[in-house]
T-cell receptor, first 110, second 114 residues
């Protein structure tokens, strides 16, 4: 079993929809949780960064961490075609390697 | 502010050859990590360097090695290339060790082994 599980999709939604992306993990020592966005032929770009449990909002993006359930989510409101990309969750326990999910390929249809 | 620069962007090598990839981190970042990305395995951690010392290492064979220079620039070397080494190799830099403040990735080097 992988340390971090993420549904690879693909996920296709209409423009303006709310998108929910999720990851589960098995290592309870993870403390730092991140979401990266990767466009084709580009490196991953850090979107959201959260320490421990809780919510964090940045514009149309909201990240949630539930450490008791070992579950993290990324919500995208008012989705745009430019949001079409692969979204990767990542986490670590501090000063250790970052462990990534498989990535979810998202397409926003105009 | 310049981002993470990786060179070359594309590379084609023959089985058995060796290859060296280069990474220049963001100015002031002392930690450089390397990842291999393939469609089947996703992003897999290779190693991390901080202040010229390897701090963490992933589960890759000894053919994969790296180093970091005093200016934080890093190189990664793969010897005796195999077809399975074909991948996107990503370098990421962060201010502190372990990327707890988040990594900034380069655009990667696409390596094709034929």
């Amino acid at each position: 079993q992988k340390e971090v599980e993420q549904d690879p999709g693909p996920l296709s939604v209409p423009e303006g929809a709310i998108v929910s992306l999720n990851c589960t993990y098995s290592n309870s020592a993870f403390q730092y949780f991140m979401w990266y966005r990767q466009y084709s032929r580009k490196g991953p770009e850090l979107l959201m960064y959260t320490y421990s449990s809780g919510n964090k909002e940045d514009g149309r993006f909201t990240a949630q961490v539930d450490k008791s359930s070992k579950y993290i989510s990324l919500f995208i409101r008012d989705s745009q075609p430019s949001d079409s990309a692969t979204y990767l969750c990542a986490m670590n326990q501090g000063a250790q390697k970052l462990v990534f999910g498989q990535g979810t390929r998202l397409t926003i249809n105009p | 502010k310049a981002g993470v620069t990786q060179t070359p962007r594309y590379l084609i090598k023959t089985r058995g050859q060796q290859v060296t990839l280069s990474c220049s981190p963001i100015s002031g970042h002392r930690s450089v990590s390397w990842y291999q990305q393939t469609p089947g395995q996703g992003l897999q951690f290779l190693f991390e360097y901080f202040s010229e010392t390897q701090r963490n290492k992933g589960n890759f064979p000894g053919r994969f090695s790296g180093r970091q220079f005093s200016n934080s620039r890093s190189e990664m070397n793969v010897s005796t290339l195999e077809l399975g080494d074909s991948a996107l190799y990503l370098c990421a830099s962060s201010l502190g060790q372990g990327g707890t403040s988040g990594y900034t990735f380069g655009s990667g080097t696409r390596l094709t082994v034929v």
